[in-house]
């Protein structure tokens, strides 16, 4: 599991709780599916909340339970357990992996290669939403043989959230954000000359965190982290475009001091300095804005959220779900009708979202219960549905929202937790050593990155 995507779990179990992850485990070993005296297909499938989590298993439960009851030929067996790597093959090879099983978006791939997914390209012809969904996240679940093997449930993407209020207390337009870095670096200056511990710009730079924010940024650029040569991968950030966006950064830190002298932050920091009104910028997805409501006293009201700042590309990532390539058809049909009431019905939200409404959780943004999966008459009810229940001023997000459908969404590389410690080290060079040099720094870190793809296939 990445680093990003803990992150985010964490969020959706904290405050979605009428979507919370669904599904459970186990794997039955009847060929046909029947696995009880009532001729009911029996399916597993993973994700159930643990009973520390007492109202978001609640809330799942009561989802299976709805469910069973509207399709009486479906009995559904779920457990707790995401995915995870170390135990994945061993479950699939004893008979013990789910027939419907979570993955993150820099799952399929290898999944796929290894053959352990079934193919489900005719069968989720007979789902009437697939169509709907974003081509170019089914292009995750699709295999080189052009057939598909999984859907997508949900997924974020990196944009530039920003503190609406400090923005008018500089003489910057709140409703006018940065479009590119060097706007950024404009804005973060004016923010910073506020005074009174007030930080322009912050990243991060601990714990793979700087990794991973960098690669967003390198995204940006319009470049790329990791690429394929051939059967094998290599470096491809050390590029001029990444240099200078390292000396865009240098620079805010050392030249105009509008990154603080605080350094080596994680997620944590730059939430609690945000959320105390003491910072203007930082990269983010848009569950960060309930997170900072929620955790630190924010008030959505103050928070705007942009494009990534260059607007060419963006870091994404997200979860979905794949089938046991040991599953009868009669499973794998029972399976995908599940995901389908779950997950991919648009027309299913309006019952979540008054969940949320009830809980007071917040409606409006790209996060769930209304995922930015979407494209046609999807999108259209789900944008449809976001105003009609909308309980934050979504005004303020939605340079992201628009904006954000023509930039170019990039997956983590491969190897992304030991590509994006490398990287952490760029990041600390460039915000910690005032006589650091770019271009040196990408090519030790190159270096490092190569021996540590080069084995992947």
């Known amino acids: ?13 904290t405050l979605a709780a009428g979507l919370a992850v669904a599904t459970a485990s186990c794997s039955s070993d009847d060929p046909d599916g029947a696995a009880d005296s009532g001729g009911k297909v029996a399916i597993t499938v993973n994700g159930r909340p643990p009973a520390t989590q007492a109202f978001e298993r609640r809330v799942f439960d009561a989802d299976v339970a709805e469910f069973e009851a509207t399709h009486p030929d479906i009995d559904v067996q779920p457990k707790e357990g995401f995915m995870d790597p170390k135990t994945f093959a061993a479950k699939l090879a004893g008979g013990q992996l789910e027939d419907v099983y979570y993955v993150y978006f820099t799952d399929p791939a290898a999944i796929i290669a290894r053959r352990q997914a079934a193919d489900i390209t005719e069968a989720v012809k007979e789902l009437p939403s697939v169509g709907d969904l974003q081509p170019d996240l089914l292009k995750i679940f699709t295999g080189p043989d052009g057939k598909l093997y ?3 449930t949900a997924n974020y993407s990196m944009g530039l959230l920003y503190n609406r209020t400090l923005f008018t207390k500089a003489g910057l337009d709140p409703d006018a954000p940065p479009r590119t870095w060097a706007e950024v670096r404009t804005a973060a200056r004016k923010i910073s000359a506020l005074g009174d511990g007030t930080v322009g710009f912050a990243d991060l730079s601990k714990n793979n965190q700087g990794g991973w924010h960098l690669t967003a940024e390198i995204y940006s650029t319009g470049g790329d982290v990791v690429t394929k040569d051939g059967d094998k991968y290599r470096a491809a950030f050390n590029t001029p475009a990444t240099r200078e966006l390292l000396q865009t950064f240098k620079d805010m830190r050392w030249t105009d001091n509008s990154m603080g002298s605080k350094q080596l932050l994680e997620i944590p920091d730059v939430q609690r300095m945000m959320g105390a009104g003491k910072l203007g910028m930082y990269i983010a997805a848009p569950d960060n804005v309930p997170t900072l409501v929620k955790q630190f006293e924010g008030r959505y009201e103050d928070y705007g959220l942009a494009p990534m700042p260059g607007g060419t590309g963006t870091l994404i990532g997200g979860e979905g779900y794949m089938l046991n390539p040991k599953a009868s058809p009669a499973k794998i049909k029972a399976g995908l009708t599940w995901l389908q009431w779950k997950f991919l019905d648009p027309a299913r939200y309006e019952t979540v979202i008054k969940k ?5 959780l917040p409606v409006g943004l790209d996060t769930p219960p209304t995922p930015d999966i979407w494209t046609g008459a999807g999108a259209a009810t789900v944008q449809a549905l976001k105003t009609q229940y909308a309980n934050i001023p979504v005004e303020n997000f939605r340079a992201f929202t628009e ?14 937790q030991q590509v994006y410690a490398i990287l952490d080290g760029v990041m600390q060079g460039v915000l910690t050593n005032e006589d650091a040099d770019p271009q040196q720094l990408l090519d030790a870190a190159q270096k490092k990155v190569d021996a540590a793809v080069a084995t992947v296939k």
């Open 150 to 152: 999984g859907l997508p």
């Open 403 to 416: 904006g954000s459908r023509t930039v170019r969404g990039k997956i983590e590389p491969v190897n992304a």
């Open 356 to 360: 949320f409404v009830a809980d007071k």
């Open 1 to 13: 599991m990445t680093m990003s995507t803990k992150l985010r779990r964490t969020v959706v179990l």
